[in-house]
């Protein structure tokens, strides 16, 4: 036992022996040249003890001393956070092309099926093959009208599940209510049926399995900042998501296997996954896709398209809900444009500025993806006078720039009215105008951004408001 302890030690030594030795070469290679100021962090772990539970909240703070791009040493990897307008558009519209591919990390690994996904994948055929079907059949602004009775139907079923609820006196928990109505508007589109047909446990258990998704997908794991403790699993990270992994691929196999049974029913009426399985082939050469990519992909717009929608149309009552005059003045446009003999149609909301303005101003203060995914650097760049090195992590700090005091007034006061006049009014949150981008910019810009924009998300809103 004291011969494997002290080989294990003798093992351990040399592993930190390396890493250091590369971490010291990798620094002379590049002290020639400027790299952006930022924290010195620890020997072998960097940066890493700084981040703290919150790491959006700590590189915001970390910014105001270091400035808007900033160096970090994470592990072994470099990584540059970017936390102004200005900074995001330098990488993500002028280096967007160097910054196109995604990091590897535990969660493309364990849960995006090894990252044959659309949100992981290298950017390359195969990835823009997943962002065109997915962008031509369901997520583009053609599929989207092809499907607005659908959405207007679910609608229907999420308002008449609250109704039962308030007729057996209990409790609405708004949260499971929007992930039942938007996993059974996506499965309508996917599958051409909805997933669940009544709210109940089946809905609830899926809620949950995307929360869980959601938050460990955003965790900063160790193992992925320092590659030799990746085995040893330090925080049970990785052990969780194979578990929550094997969950999802039952539920995406069977819902695959159901729906080929079924093909026969939509002759002539193809759905997504209809379009999708034309391009199946098992050897997935070329521009195919296997059934890997399939589920991946799946698993992308069941779990992003339900979660960020619940979480930002919460975060807007929660905001309506502790200041009533928000409310009262968006009853109030309601009324005057609505009225209060129908239900509210999609055509109803250009005409209510205000609820746009509510939408936006949610997105500037609750992004959901508050980090952005990160990116990493192809080959080594110059950002602002700076020194990127190839293979440096990307993150931009959407929180961060969203609460800026030097972009917004009063950035911490839930205010709509900011969005209603002056040049504010122009922003669009969809890419263009980097003061806003709760869905990032560029060629890995989110793919719902369109069924996530306010134009989607006020249907929603205004559906729970009006009755």
Known sequence: MDSLLLLKEIATSILIFLITRLSIQTFLKSYRQKLPPGPKGWPVVGALPLMGSMPHVTLAKMAKKYGPIMYLKMGTNNMVVASTPAAARAFLKTLDQNFSNRPSNAGATHLAYDARDMVFAHYGSRWKLLRKLSNLHMLGGKALDDWAQIRDEEMGHMLGAMYDCNKRDEAVVVAEMLTYSMANMIGQVILSRRVFETKGSESNEFKDMVVELMTVAGYFNIGDFIPFLAKLDLQGIERGMKKLHKKFDALLTSMIE??????????????????????????????????????????????????????????????????????????????????????????????????????KETYRKHPSTPLNLPRISSEPCQVNGYYIPENTRLNVNIWAIGRDPDVWNNPLEFMPERFLSGKNAKIDPRGNDFELIPFGAGRRICAGTRILSLFHLVHYILGLFHF
């Open 258 to 359: 159901e729906h080929v049974a079924s093909s026969h029913k939509r002759k002539g009426k193809p759905d997504f996954l209809d379009m999708v399985m034309a391009h199946h082939s098992e050897n997935s050469d070329g521009e195919e896709l296997s059934l890997t990519n399939i589920k991946a992909l799946l698993l992308n717009l069941f779990t992003a398209g339900t979660d960020t929608s619940s979480s930002i149309i919460e975060w807007s009552l929660a905001e309506m809900l502790k200041k009533p005059s928000i409310m009262k003045k968006a009853h109030e446009e309601m009324d005057q444009v609505i009225g209060r003999d129908r239900r509210l149609k999609e055509s109803d909301i250009p005409k209510l500025p205000y609820f746009q303005a509510i939408c």
